[in-house]
């Protein structure tokens, strides 16, 4: 063989072998991650700062498919054998339903996993809290420096006389209504698998405070705005986006607990891109996006690694003092009676 056909044959092997890695890079450009999650500031959140790092990094280019988590639900059952999504984002109650209907694939380990609170994890192992807010009591701070009435310490505060018909509370079709009545059922000796006392505790002691039971949280500021509404069931993400629009609203935990409303993440059993999924999951969960969730959406991070300036933390749950000891509700209890606590509800205290 003469020198000069080793040559070629040299040349031709290095030909194929960048051949090879062209299409190989090709086709990891061309690979697409479809992304359900929640539309508004939240999706202003990810195409800004979550998902141009994680495309950055991976070559995986991100389709954001925008909707609440009963849309993105439901996207789910009218795909189900034909799954056109590979991660979705929901509510922790939704996920809970998403993952007894078998929507969702088991969790990959990771390093980032051991960093995360316990609240994080849920005990599938198929689906893992991201960032929470928690739910409490909103207050005009300014209407009860006025009238020297003392910050809401209890959940129980809410049934004071001086706030009749100055009570707003979501219905329990909402995360922040259903928390309420859990709350009031586990401080009157019930709890989740027996409700009976919180419908009693708002049938009895709450309804006569109550001016609305408002699901909309654009109606829900207008009800403190015009100062019809001093004080609410809601959460710390609500409370916050209603301050920094300059009114004088405050939040506080009450001392038998707030209650965790967490925004979880799944890999979409039967991805096509199940790899690239569970390592946006991962993304999601590592330090910089865990940053700007909070400092930009009003996450709670649940990566304990987290740290966030002072001027950072107002108004997002932080820190094993806040985040650490939220409450965390039975989620396959409820969902399993919700339609007729629903019902119930609208019989007995929404009337």
Not at 52 to 59: D, I, N, R, V
Not at 151 to 167: A, H, Q, Y
Not at 304 to 313: H, I, M, N, R
């Amino acid at each position: 063989m003469t020198m000069r056909s080793v040559m070629c044959g040299l040349m031709a092997t290095a030909a194929l072998w960048c051949g090879m890695a062209a299409v190989q890079t090709a086709e990891a450009q061309e690979k697409t991650l479809y992304v359900a999650a929640y539309g508004g500031s939240f999706e202003q959140t990810m195409r800004k700062d979550i998902i141009p790092a994680f495309e950055k990094a991976t070559g995986v280019k991100v389709e954001y498919v925008a909707g609440n988590s009963t849309d993105n639900l439901a996207k789910l059952q009218a795909q189900k054998g034909n799954q056109q999504i590979d991660v979705v984002i929901l509510d922790d109650g939704p996920m809970y339903q998403a993952v007894a209907l078998n929507f969702c694939a088991d969790l990959e380990k990771a390093p980032v996993y051991d960093q995360l609170y316990d609240l994080a994890k849920m005990p599938s192992g198929k689906a893992v809290n991201f960032g929470a807010v928690g739910t409490g009591i909103v207050y005009n701070k300014a209407w009860f420096d006025e009238n020297k009435i003392p910050v809401p310490t209890s959940w129980k505060d809410i049934e004071d006389p001086r706030f009749k018909k100055k009570l707003a509370v979501p219905p329990i079709n909402n995360s922040y209504g259903l928390h309420a009545l859990v709350m009031m059922a586990r401080l009157n000796g019930g709890g989740e698998k027996a409700i009976d006392p919180g419908f009693k505790e708002f049938k009895d002691k709450v309804n006569p405070n109550v001016l609305a039971y408002e699901p909309s949280p654009g109606k829900m500021t207008e009800l403190f705005q015009s100062n019809q509404a001093v004080i609410a069931i809601w959460g710390s993400g609500r409370a916050k986006a209603l301050a920094d629009t300059g009114f004088p609203a405050a939040f506080t935990y009450p001392k038998e607990g707030g209650v965790v409303l967490g925004s979880a993440a799944c890999q979409v059993a039967g991805s096509k891109n199940a790899p690239e999924a569970q390592k946006f999951i991962q993304h999601m969960l590592g330090v910089e996006a865990q940053t700007a969730l909070a400092v930009s959406a009003g996450f709670g991070p649940v990566n304990k690694t987290v740290e966030l300036p002072a001027d950072k933390q107002a108004g997002i749950p932080y820190g094993p003092e806040q985040i650490g000891k939220l409450l965390v509700v039975d989620w396959d209890t409820i969902n399993a009676n919700r339609e007729v606590w629903n019902k119930r509800w609208t019989r007995e205290i929404e009337r």
